[in-house]
């Protein structure tokens, strides 16, 4: 009944067929496919060349003590031995994780119910759509400077409403809270929209004859919301969860157009990406920073592993 | 949040295209830079935008007609590409800017760059500013970087919020009265007695970065042993720390909207910032106009950014560069970039031309060179570690914990200092 499950049996079938062919055979058909080859080869160069081999190139750094121009000395697993040590990579760690369970909650509680008032909209449908993925493909640095002026403590407009129906301001940018909570809810207004819209088009895919006949047995707004509607959406929501976290625990330019190279308060903006960009590029210790990258990357792939058997035992649980 | 495939694609497909045009770039500067020292007729500059008096840097091609000259203006982080050219070796400048807060990181490469004495530096020195020429010069004596400009600090205030709080507001008068840290603070409480919600400080790093200036040692020396530890750190960690406990720092960032709608309010009617910062008032707080007021920094100026011009060691003519170099930057030429581009004139000889010595409408008509040319003549002389910036981390965060959360800054002090030495460990400080 999921896609997961059917996809899994077509790869057996087409993997025999090509087995008995030899070597020089098979060479002779991959060249005879050279136009598509050639036709599929931009990206994989592009990907090679400013993906693959950045990426190993800093594995490679890891290792080794850089500062950007003179010659490299091996240094062992010295970089990784200072990072277990390291007070303020742990402080970035937690940073990124509060900030990135902040924003991602409620971007995708948000993203749901938008999708779902989205999909009985009537008319103005691309009007909605649009509108809801505009923040998306706004350039990040200039939201980050709009909130920043929004949440200013002393002339921001959010003080301002605020202290206009009585309450205290808040010193949003100077206080540990503060910088984490307007990073997320930044986050939450460039993402939701973008995660509705991947949900409308899963919502699309549910067959409206389960939601006749569910109506015809009798059951509320709410029964078939959990019992429908959610269980036909997983797919997609471990697909909007991963790419959540993948992008959540990579923030960057948020907290370093918001609070600058300070990180501010507590240094409560220090993201792990922040961090190495700073040990790499504001103080030219390339070896450490690409240390600290190879650490975000295993961080993230944890993630994402942990996201992705939660939400298929999920699954798993509900059909047996 | 992420850079989607397509941002990538994107990014990648302008990659190449800069790529393949650099590649044809390079093969007609082949043939020129071949010759190492050579006699090169295409000379290159990198800078950045407000680097140099655009003027200038037009007119070096009809004083210098047999020269090809081809300036460019790089964007955005202008170190990280710098390096990236040094390291890939290919399509350097012939001449490159290298700004304020990095010379002391290139100063650890030196051997990148051509000794500018050899090319003749040593029969200029007499006409720049001592500090300066220090400054751009490696600890064995080759001078690097010829000096662009200088920032002297000097206190920035308005004088009808002073006048209304009761302090003094003349230029002659608050030099008396704010000569020193202790006054400058005494007058701080004053005002936010006269007028509550008016801070005098900015925010407390402010204060401890211009005490630190004020010093001829920073964070490490060049022994690369630790010194932040010392009386001269502590000094300007009780400072900023005291402004704080006299509750008149403002506590934002400055630079931030909050601190620019604050000059415009009146609320922060003090700035301690370089000759430079003017302009950032100027552009923040139009309003303003003829309210401001420059007197020198309590207990003396400090320097705050300033940069240089080098040449590569691979520079296809490294003398004809050098003469670009000194021509652009002599004084006539300085006082252009003053007005062109704010930029605070290295040579003292421009402080006598009429570009300088003009009255500043924005400030009340104040000849604003009165301060600021005596300061660049009193910077302190110290020597700048390339690791000063990650030194220098610690404390500046542990500060803001002082500042915003009301941390007790005996712990912080004890805090910055442990963390300080351990993040210098890794880099071979201690």
């Known amino acids: 009944m999921t896609l997961s499950r059917t996809a899994a049996p077509v790869a057996p079938k087409t993997r025999p067929r090509a087995h008995p062919h030899r070597a020089p055979g098979r060479r002779r058909r991959v060249l005879s496919y050279w136009p598509q080859y050639l036709a599929i080869s931009p990206f994989y160069i592009l990907f090679a060349v400013f993906g ?13 003590r850089w500062d950007g121009i003179g010659e490299m000395q091996f240094a062992g697993l010295d970089n990784f031995k200072y990072l277990i040590k390291d007070e303020v990579f742990w402080l970035s760690l937690r940073n990124t994780l509060l900030i990135w369970v902040m924003s991602t909650v409620p971007t995708l509680c948000l993203a749901l119910v938008l999708a779902v008032m989205l999909n009985s909209v009537k008319r103005f449908k691309a009007f909605y759509r649009m509108a809801f993925f505009i923040p998306n493909i706004t350039s990040v640095v200039a939201i980050s400077i709009f909130f920043g002026a929004l949440f200013a403590t002393n002339y921001g407009l959010v003080n301002g409403v605020l202290e206009t ?59 078939v919301f959990f019992r429908i509607t959610l269980p036909l959406l997983r797919p997609i929501i471990l697909f909007t969860v991963v790419i959540s976290t993948v992008g959540g625990l990579q923030t960057f330019t948020e907290p370093k157009v918001l609070v600058g190279d300070t990180a501010g308060t507590g240094q409560s903006g220090l993201t792990m990406v922040f961090y190495f960009y700073r040990q790499a590029f504001s103080h030219n210790d390339y070896g450490y920073g690409a240390a600290i990258a190879m650490v975000v990357l295993l961080v993230v792939a944890l993630f994402t592993i942990l996201n992705w058997t939660l939400v298929q035992r999920g699954q798993d649980g509900e059909n047996g | 949040m992420t850079i989607s495939r397509r941002r990538l694609l994107q990014a990648g497909l302008f990659g190449m295209a800069s790529a393949a045009v650099g590649v044809t770039a390079a093969c007609g500067d082949d043939d020129s830079s071949g010759t190492t020292g050579g006699d090169s007729k295409e000379l290159s500059l990198w800078y950045w935008s407000g680097g140099l008096s655009d003027k200038v840097v037009a007119a070096v091609s009809t004083q210098f007609p047999d020269i090809t000259f081809k300036p460019t203006q790089v964007g955005g982080a202008f170190k990280d590409k710098l390096v990236t050219t040094i390291t890939s070796r290919q399509f350097m400048p012939d001449i490159t800017g290298i700004k304020g807060e ?27 500013l001592e500090w300066k020429w220090k400054q751009g010069s490696a600890t064995d004596g080759k001078l690097i970087g010829f000096p662009i400009d200088i920032g002297p600090t000097a206190l920035f205030y308005r004088a009808d919020i002073f006048k209304k709080a009761g302090l003094p507001s003349e230029v002659a008068d608050v ?63 009780d400072l900023a720390a005291k402004a704080v406990k006299l509750g008149i720092s403002f506590k934002v960032q400055s630079g931030g909207q909050d ?19 003017a302009l950032d008032i100027k552009s923040a707080a139009e309003k303003t106009s003829g309210k401001w007021r420059v007197a020198p920094m309590p207990s003396g100026p400090a320097n705050q950014g300033g940069s240089f011009l080098a040449i590569p ?23 252009k970039g003053y007005t062109d581009a704010a930029l605070f004139p290295s040579a003292p000889a421009a402080y006598k031309l009429p570009a300088l010595t003009a009255a500043d409408e924005f400030f009340g008509g104040q000849v604003t060179i009165d301060v600021f040319g005596p300061a660049a003549a009193k910077i302190p002389v110290a020597y700048e ?27 912080a002090w004890t805090d910055a200092v442990a963390a300080a030495k351990q993040a210098g460990e890794r880099v071979g400080v201690s």
């Open chain 2, 259 to 277: 601190a620019n709608a604050a000059w415009n309010q009146g609320t922060l009617p003090a700035k301690l910032g370089a000759a430079w910062v």
């Open chain 2, 385 to 411: 570690s390339q690791y000063d910036s990650v030194l220098r981390e610690p404390f500046a965060a542990e500060l803001s914990n002082v500042e915003t959360k009301g941390k007790d800054p005996e712990k």
């Open chain 1, 52 to 64: 693959l081999a950045p990426v190993l190139f800093s594995f490679y750094l890891a290792f080794q």
């Open chain 2, 175 to 237: 030099t008396a009265a704010m000569g020193t840290w202790d006054t400058f603070f005494e007058q701080g409480v004053k005002l936010k007695a006269a007028l509550p919600g008016t801070f005098m400080v900015g925010e407390a790093a402010e204060v401890f970065d211009m005490a630190v200036g004020q010093t001829t040692k920073r964070y490490a020396d060049a022994d690369k042993k630790f010194i932040g530890d010392q009386e001269h750190i502590r000094n300007a960690w």
């Open chain 2, 102 to 128: 990095d010379i002391a990181y290139f100063m650890g490469q030196a051997g990148q760059f051509l000794d500018l004495n050899e090319l003749g530096a040593g029969d200029l020195k007499a006409q720049y």
């Open chain 2, 313 to 335: 060691k691979s520079s296809g003519n490294p003398k004809k560069a050098f003469e670009i170099i000194t021509w652009m930057l002599n004084a006539d030429n300085q006082a």
């Open chain 1, 165 to 223: 129906v009585g309450l205290p301001g808040v010193a949003w940018l100077q206080s540990v809270w503060g910088i984490k909570t307007v990073i997320a809810v930044l986050t939450v207004w460039q993402w939701t929209g973008y995660n509705a819209i991947i949900y409308l088009a899963g919502l699309q895919t549910i067959s409206t004859d389960l939601y006749e006949q569910a109506k015809v047995d009798g059951a509320n707004a709410a029964q």
